[in-house]
């Protein structure tokens, strides 16, 4: 189906903890690491800084589960499943062996396309025809393009995130700007809609979904001195999430202490930002990520 292709230099492939296939790309400005089991990045490190993904100490690396860390792509749905709880939680994209479609290096940029298309385990689990890709484009910023071609002959409806773990030095010691004046959806007390009035400082436990469409959100480190920008296009949802250690306590691959140095800011479509589609029709929803050694 997809044409043959010569990889550049720049993007390796090779077998990592739990034989699961894992692919490093590099450029001038960068080192990403990504797992083709759900096309997750695990890692992403711009030449001189520290990562700014992170990866659980306590994270497990089994076919078929969804790796704690970095970027795990949930979709077709957010969360839950709408009408059947006993499916997978987050869709199956994060679960499935990804194809590697193409690469491609230039001057300044490293890039690779993984693709997923329906099969009879997809449709058992969600009954419907698809193509979904993922552009993962390392530059000067990380780029991620995440597209869903309705390949069927019916309407669609999905929802989705790129549900990003970014390393903090501390729960305590970091802020995040953008989200004053939206409103959020808080799953601790079943999804009741509150306003979000002032910039927001998370004191975990949260687990929120924000109505928030604005790209530009910054995520301030005063322990890392660093800056990280968010931007994005075609998200309606932005997902703000920590356990707090003591829930954090009881996940087996995360644990008190290591929760302490996450907090998940996904980029997404959720809840009333569900997507609709009709057949023959596509989506492409981008996140990019830079950031800014300086003092925060
Ligand atoms: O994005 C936040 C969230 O939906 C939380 O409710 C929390 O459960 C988290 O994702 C992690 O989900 P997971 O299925 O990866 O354990």
């Known amino acids: 189906m997809f044409e043959p292709f010569t990889l550049p230099d720049r ?15 590099t450029a001038p400005s960068g080192r990403v690491v990504l797992c083709l089991q759900g096309a ?4 992403y490190v711009p030449t001189g800084q520290p990562d700014l993904l992170w990866l659980s100490p306590n994270a497990q690396f089994v076919q078929g589960k969804s790796i704690r860390g970095g970027i795990p792509v949930c979709w077709p749905w957010f969360g839950d499943h709408p009408e059947d709880a006993k499916l997978p939680a987050h869709g199956f994209a994060r679960n499935a062996l990804w194809e590697v479609r193409s690469s491609f290096a230039g001057d300044d940029t490293t890039q690779i396309q993984l693709g997923l298309t329906d099969s009879a385990t997809t449709r058992s689990l969600w009954p419907t025809p698809f193509d979904l890709t ?3 484009e390392l530059g000067h910023t990380l780029k991620l393009t995440l597209t869903t ?11 989705e995130a790129l549900h990003t773990y970014f390393a903090v030095s501390a729960t305590d010691s ?4 953008g989200l004053a004046g939206c409103r959020y959806h ?16 998370p004191t975990p436990p ?14 301030l480190d005063y322990g890392l001195k660093r800056v990280i920008q968010i931007d994005k296009s075609a998200s309606e949802s932005t997902i703000v999430w920590n356990p707090g250690t003591e829930v954090a306590a009881g996940i087996g691959d995360i644990g008190a202490e290591p929760s302490r140095h996450y907090i ?31 003092e925060a």
């Open 11 to 25: 993007v390796r492939f090779y077998s990592g903890p739990g034989q699961l296939p894992q692919c490093e790309l």
């Open 134 to 136: 993922l552009d993962i």
């Open 40 to 43: 997750q990045v695990l890692s």
């Open 174 to 177: 970091i802020h995040i700007e």
């Open 149 to 159: 071609h309705n390949t069927g002959p019916h309407s669609i409806v999905l929802t």
């Open 186 to 201: 808080d799953k601790l007390e079943g999804f009741a809609i509150k306003p979000q009035s002032e910039e927001l400082t």
């Open 264 to 294: 998940c800011i996904e980029s997404g479509n959720a809840l009333g930002g569900a997507v609709s589609l009709a057949s023959g029709a596509s989506h492409v929803l981008v996140m990019e990520l830079a950031s800014t050694p300086q």
């Open 206 to 219: 949260l687990d929120r979904v924000y109505d928030h469409s604005a790209s530009g959100l910054k995520l």
